[in-house]
């Protein structure tokens, strides 16, 4: 008999692991009878999750932390026991920021450091000039995007609660927003940043990897009571799952793999759109320029698949940094224990040893190395930032 | 607001008939403070602006992500609490989720005075999805006797049957192949089409 799963996720190109693991049969091979349900809102994955209209979800990996220490919302406990992608995002800027940022850059355009300067000397001529302050969109306050364009811009000295203006958009409507210049720029996953380049209305400034070598994105969520209650379901949904990422990293797999997330229900836009991002080779200006990253998105391979308490911890530093909460030794470790590497271990099976993540959480173009032991260390590194006192 | 004022209530729903649908329930039932914001561009500025108690927004709005700002504590306003957040009231929280709306209460606002606004919302959403289905049933099974129509014109005329032999004809054919009639007339066009 197969266990019947409803499982929601949010139409991006980082669910992918999920919809092959279904649509290749990966599930169902495993005794899952899981039917998709396709969401509009992080708010409704999370409070659907919550209430037990579904049994796992494609989740911001954020998003999991603050409902497991229940921050701005209900406190529900949640468990991770599969990365669905590492890294995946990008900042696309209007072609006019561009074009300011460019005339300001004192450096390569792909350094961050030296992007976050202009943007510093940008956000100064505006101020004197008595121009309406940049505002930036991104997806969710508790977001890999809300902290990767804050951390960017504060490195250069740019206070994103101060300088410029932060608001949330939902993703399909980021693209509308910079056309009509209620946005100068935004953070968003794949497809949106190609679809303003093909438009001819964005360019992409930097790739998420550029500021955070390694930073988890979604991850597949499940209640911990739940997990905890259905062990052997976990084990065999991370099976799947594992089957589904090996599957998307062979890249003579991509052209079909970028079918079937291309189909209507699934996400819905071209094919060809959708396996740019999973080969890292990005339209990245109208004028056609091609940009290759190895790290753009990374489903399973270099052990990206695999759940990094590190990388919880770093998350958890953020909200700190941001004043989305204050630090507690009892949150840092309910924050890690969302990430369950022994549950992706399980899932493994025996005689199969998972690759070592490289590089480590998260590696920060700005700043010291990350040790997710000392999280005030973590923070004094940092002037800019929003700390409870 | 005073304890016999009535809440301000903010609905945020871009269907203009479903929001018109709520509206007159809210003032039939005397909530008189209602406004309907239909246009999702600066949505949360809005919202600030008109300092509601009560905001509802459907759950197929992606902009429901947006409002997720107002919980951040950096925020100088009244903070606003999801409805989810009261998990005493299980059964209430799945009525709403299937009728597809989601309320916001601001701080403060007695249960009590909250339970009739929920309420009355969901059986409005109700009501009105069931109204959308009515509607649709009705398009498709016009749309239906439209096909069925042509379709027996084609057997008439290429069979030589009369209309009631056509739909005879039709109807047996629709039960041999466990189809509906409408399908089977569809295949007849199609066919028809292909054949001209």
Same mark, same amino acid.
């Given at each position: 008999?197969?266990?019947?799963?409803?499982?929601?996720?949010?139409?991006?190109?980082?669910?992918?692991?999920?919809?092959?693991?279904?649509?290749?049969?990966?599930?169902?091979?495993?005794?899952?009878?899981?039917?998709?349900?396709?969401?509009?809102?992080?708010?409704?994955?999370?409070?659907?999750?919550?209430?037990?209209?579904?049994?796992?979800?494609?989740?911001?990996?954020?998003?999991?932390?603050?409902?497991?220490?229940?921050?701005?919302?209900?406190?529900?406990?949640?468990?991770?026991?599969?990365?669905?992608?590492?890294?995946?995002?990008?900042?696309?800027?209007?072609?006019?920021?561009?074009?300011?940022?460019?005339?300001?850059?004192?450096?390569?355009?792909?350094?961050?450091?030296?992007?976050?300067?202009?943007?510093?000397?940008?956000?100064?001529?505006?101020?004197?000039?008595?121009?309406?302050?940049?505002?930036?969109?991104?997806?969710?306050?508790?977001?890999?995007?809300?902290?990767?364009?804050?951390?960017?811009?504060?490195?250069?000295?740019?206070?994103?609660?101060?300088?410029?203006?932060?608001?949330?958009?939902?993703?399909?409507?980021?693209?509308?927003?910079?056309?009509?210049?209620?946005?100068?720029?935004?953070?968003?996953?794949?497809?949106?940043?190609?679809?303003?380049?093909?438009?001819?209305?964005?360019?992409?400034?930097?790739?998420?990897?550029?500021?955070?070598?390694?930073?988890?994105?979604?991850?597949?969520?499940?209640?911990?009571?739940?997990?905890?209650?259905?062990?052997?379901?976990?084990?065999?949904?991370?099976?799947?799952?594992?089957?589904?990422?090996?599957?998307?990293?062979?890249?003579?797999?991509?052209?079909?793999?970028?079918?079937?997330?291309?189909?209507?229900?699934?996400?819905?836009?071209?094919?060809?759109?959708?396996?740019?991002?999973?080969?890292?080779?990005?339209?990245?200006?109208?004028?056609?320029?091609?940009?290759?990253?190895?790290?753009?998105?990374?489903?399973?391979?270099?052990?990206?698949?695999?759940?990094?308490?590190?990388?919880?911890?770093?998350?958890?530093?953020?909200?700190?940094?941001?004043?989305?909460?204050?630090?507690?030794?009892?949150?840092?470790?309910?924050?890690?224990?969302?990430?369950?590497?022994?549950?992706?271990?399980?899932?493994?099976?025996?005689?199969?040893?998972?690759?070592?993540?490289?590089?480590?959480?998260?590696?920060?173009?700005?700043?010291?190395?990350?040790?997710?032991?000392?999280?005030?260390?973590?923070?004094?590194?940092?002037?800019?930032?929003?700390?409870?006192? | 607001?005073? #304890?016999?004022? %009535?809440?301000? +209530? &903010?609905?945020?729903?871009?269907?203009?008939?479903?929001?018109? !649908? $709520?509206?007159?329930?809210?003032?039939?039932?005397?909530?008189?403070?209602?406004?309907?914001?239909?246009?999702?561009?600066?949505?949360?500025?809005?919202?600030?602006?008109?300092?509601?108690?009560?905001?509802?927004?459907?759950?197929?709005?992606?902009?429901?992500?947006?409002?997720?700002?107002?919980?951040?504590?950096?925020?100088?306003?009244?903070?606003?609490?999801?409805?989810?957040?009261?998990?005493?009231?299980?059964?209430?929280?799945?009525?709403?989720?299937? #009728?597809?709306? %989601?309320?916001? +209460? &601001?701080?403060?606002?007695?249960?009590?005075?909250?339970?009739? !606004? $929920?309420?009355?919302?969901?059986?409005?959403?109700?009501?009105?999805?069931?109204?959308?289905?009515?509607?649709?049933?009705?398009?498709?099974?016009?749309?239906?006797?439209?096909?069925?129509?042509?379709?027996?014109?084609?057997?008439?005329?290429?069979?030589?049957?009369?209309?009631?032999?056509?739909?005879?004809?039709?109807?047996?054919?629709?039960?041999?192949?466990?189809?509906?009639?409408?399908?089977?007339?569809?295949?007849?066009?199609?066919?028809?089409?292909?054949?001209?």
């Amino acid at each position: 008999m197969s266990t019947p799963l409803h499982i929601g996720f949010i139409p991006l190109v980082d669910a992918a692991a999920l919809i092959v693991a279904v649509d290749k049969g990966f599930t169902a091979a495993e005794g899952l009878d899981v039917t998709l349900v396709r969401e509009v809102s992080w708010s409704n994955v999370r409070d659907k999750l919550n209430i037990g209209l579904f049994d796992a979800a494609h989740l911001l990996a954020p998003v999991a932390i603050a409902s497991s220490l229940g921050l701005g919302h209900v406190k529900v406990p949640i468990t991770a026991p599969f990365n669905l992608g590492l890294n995946g995002n990008a900042i696309s800027v209007s072609p006019a920021l561009h074009a300011a940022l460019m005339a300001e850059i004192d450096g390569d355009p792909f350094d961050p450091m030296a992007t976050a300067l202009a943007l510093a000397r940008v956000v100064a001529a505006r101020r004197k000039s008595g121009a309406e302050p940049l505002t930036f969109g991104m997806t969710f306050p508790f977001s890999t995007h809300n902290y990767q364009l804050r951390f960017w811009m504060a490195a250069g000295a740019v206070d994103p609660d101060e300088d410029v203006r932060l608001v949330v958009l939902p993703p399909p409507y980021m693209v509308d927003s910079l056309r009509n210049g209620h946005v100068d720029g935004f953070c968003v996953g794949a497809p949106w940043n190609s679809i303003a380049v093909d438009l001819g209305i964005g360019r992409i400034l930097h790739f998420a990897s550029d500021i955070l070598i390694s930073a988890v994105e979604k991850v597949l969520a499940v209640r911990q009571d739940w997990s905890e209650r259905n062990p052997d379901v976990v084990a065999a949904l991370v099976r799947a799952h594992i089957r589904a990422a090996e599957f998307i990293e062979q890249p003579q797999n991509r052209a079909e793999a970028a079918r079937i997330l291309a189909q209507p229900e699934r996400i819905g836009v071209d094919a060809d759109v959708i396996q740019r991002t999973l080969d890292g080779r990005l339209k990245i200006a109208p004028d056609g320029t091609i940009r290759t990253s190895c790290r753009y998105l990374l489903v399973g391979r270099e052990g990206a698949a695999r759940p990094d308490p590190a990388q919880a911890a770093w998350l958890y530093a953020q909200m700190i940094r941001w004043g989305q909460t204050a630090f507690s030794p009892e949150a840092l470790n309910a924050a890690k224990a969302v990430f369950r590497p022994d549950l992706y271990d399980a899932g493994l099976g025996v005689g199969r040893k998972s690759e070592p993540t490289s590089p480590s959480a998260v590696g920060a173009f700005a700043g010291p190395a990350f040790d997710p032991d000392d999280i005030a260390g973590h923070l004094a590194a940092f002037k800019i930032g929003r700390r409870h006192p | 607001m005073g #304890a016999d004022q %009535s809440p301000k +209530i &903010v609905i945020v729903d871009e269907s203009p008939i479903r929001a018109a !649908i $709520l509206e007159e329930g809210l003032r039939e039932a005397g909530f008189t403070a209602v406004e309907h914001i239909r246009e999702m561009q600066s949505l949360l500025a809005r919202i600030y602006a008109l300092d509601p108690d009560v905001i509802l927004i459907d759950l197929e709005n992606p902009s429901r992500d947006v409002l997720e700002q107002m919980f951040q504590v950096s925020r100088a306003v009244r903070r606003p609490i999801a409805m989810f957040v009261d998990q005493s009231d299980a059964a209430s929280i799945q009525a709403s989720v299937d #009728a597809g709306v %989601s309320a916001y +209460i &601001v701080d403060g606002l007695k249960k009590e005075r909250i339970k009739p !606004i $929920l309420d009355l919302c969901i059986s409005r959403f109700n009501a009105f999805s069931k109204l959308q289905d009515e509607l649709d049933r009705a398009k498709s099974a016009l749309e239906d006797r439209k096909v069925i129509d042509r379709a027996k014109g084609i057997l008439m005329k290429v069979k030589g049957l009369t209309e009631e032999e056509a739909y005879v004809l039709l109807r047996s054919t629709a039960m041999r192949e466990k189809k509906k009639i409408g399908e089977i007339a569809q295949s007849i066009l199609t066919a028809s089409e292909l054949l001209k």
